[in-house]
């Protein structure tokens, strides 16, 4: 025990943090160094779990060690034989019980600081659970299994990071989830050398599937246990990382970032009715304004009925230039939203949206169709559930943007048949990011377009590699 104490002391330094705590006491006849860190556990349970062995008398001549691992009051407790591995359970947040011959035992008593699961803000639904993960991975784990109660329900725990210690739970079912994504996943988080993950989850992304600079995103985040579980169910694999609210899915592809939990919440009429306007509100928020400046810039190309879509007049700044500046400062007006206070959002908003739209149109320095098909874009993108897939969207609108104003109606096709070649050529853990479109699938193509009834729904998806396709 002293020399336990004396390995502490060195590691922790004394009296340098004010939350790493050491007690000595006794278990029953039996005296213990009691050692925690302070905020990271129940006070409360630990009191009355120690108030507990002190009250009672110990007669039974019964070694220290058989006291610990049989007579202690508690359910979770773990011997330890590696001062590494003891460590980091320790700055986990458990509770330290070390013997007098040097056996160190921990409790689980964690109560980590967080809020309560809640409905997350992005992804709202009108019918349907309230709840959402939170930052506590223990919480996050518990609003799967009470989803999903079958005993090949796995959760597998790693630590990455050198310095952080980061705690990551894989988990997927047995005998449904494909054993060679296991595997991948498993080798990438072996190969991982970094000191901390402080970003969580998209840093993990970022190391996992070697991102690089590709603006798509390569996995598919949730913040709703729903979600997670109705994935599981399908063959995928989700990756909890602790301290984070959002779980990742993979494999995903384009079409997994147009979903959106709400089209299952309703008939299928409407759900399929819901998912055809978002379809084309991604396609809008691509197209639109890129089109617009095509038939803006060649009004020979426009029939005689749709006149109305060119400008009257174009203005003493350039339209392209036009055109950007709004883009950009519909972007400076998100970032002024995200950074505002929310009793004061709703204010700024009607500021940018009346006083600074109409003002620069009466200044001259932008023409009306500019701020009208620059907002239809902005709804437009709003509309897409994925908030990573919305910001690549507005990068590949400007790309076609830019190819359309250097090359005209040639630049249009030209970055459409580019756009097409580079989304089709990614394959995050070797699913290709535009199936079943490319390669093609009847079938699930189908499915995509259409919210067939549950009943029907009995195929796990293809890419999924689910070694069970047929659900049951």
């Given amino acids: 025990m002293s020399e336990a104490e004396e390995f502490l002391k060195e590691k922790f330094g004394v009296n340098e943090s004010f939350d790493f705590g050491t007690m000595h006491t006794h278990l029953y006849e039996f005296p213990v160094l009691l050692v925690y860190i302070n905020g990271l556990v129940d006070g409360l349970v630990l009191t009355e779990l120690l108030t507990n062995v002190q009250e009672n008398e110990w007669e039974t001549d019964v070694d220290e060690n058989r006291v610990m691992e049989h007579y202690f009051p508690y359910y979770s407790i773990t011997q330890y ?84 210690q980061t705690d990551i739970a894989i988990s997927y079912i047995k005998n449904i989830a494909n054993e060679d994504n296991l595997k991948q996943i498993r080798d990438r988080i072996n190969q991982i050398r970094h000191d901390g993950f402080t970003m969580t989850d998209k840093a993990l992304e970022e190391w996992l599937f070697k991102q690089g600079f590709h603006p798509l995103p390569f996995v598919r985040f949730t913040e709703r246990p729903d979600i997670a579980a109705a994935h599981l169910l399908e063959g995928h694999i989700l990756m909890i990382v602790d301290t984070s609210p959002s779980v990742i899915i993979v494999p995903t592809t ?53 006149d109305f879509l060119g400008p009257k007049e174009f203005g003493h700044i350039p339209l392209l230039l036009q055109i950007l500046i709004a883009d950009v400062g519909i972007e400076f007006l998100r970032l002024a939203a995200i950074h505002t206070p929310s009793p004061l959002s709703t204010a700024m908003g009607i500021i940018a949206a009346i006083v600074i739209g109409q003002m620069a149109v009466d200044v001259g320095l932008f023409i009306p169709e500019v701020i009208l098909y620059t907002a239809l874009t902005a709804i437009f993108t709003f509309a897409i559930p994925s908030y990573e897939l919305s910001i690549s969207t507005k990068i590949f609108r400007t790309f076609i943007l830019l190819s359309t104003a250097i090359l005209g109606v040639n630049g249009f096709f030209i970055s459409l048949v580019c756009l097409l070649w580079y989304v089709g050529s990614v394959k995050p853990l070797n699913v290709p990011y535009l199936w079943p479109v490319f390669p093609f699938f009847p079938k699930a193509f189908l499915r995509i377009l259409i919210r067939f009834p549950m009943p029907t729904n009995a195929q796990r998806p293809f890419i999924t590699r689910a070694y069970v396709r047929k659900r049951s």
């Fill in 254 to 306: 384009l079409f997994h970032h147009l979903q959106h939990a709400e089209e299952y919440r309703q008939a299928p009429a409407i759900g399929t009715i819901v998912r055809w306007l978002r379809f084309s509100g991604v396609l809008l928020s691509l197209f639109l304004l890129p089109f617009w400046y095509l038939m803006a810039k060649h009004p020979e190309y426009l029939p005689k009925f749709l």
């Fill in 81 to 164: 034989d590696s001062k590494e591995k003891w460590l980091v359970a320790l700055l986990s947040g458990q509770v330290t019980f070390i013997l007098e011959n040097g056996s160190v035992y921990t409790i689980d008593v964690r109560s980590y600081p967080g809020r309560q699961p809640e409905e997350p803000d992005n992804e709202k639904v009108v019918r349907g659970s309230r709840d959402g993960f939170t930052e506590n991975i223990i919480q996050n784990t518990a609003l799967i299994r009470r989803r999903i109660r079958d005993t090949d329900l796995r959760f597998e725990l790693h630590q990455i990071s050198t310095i952080g």
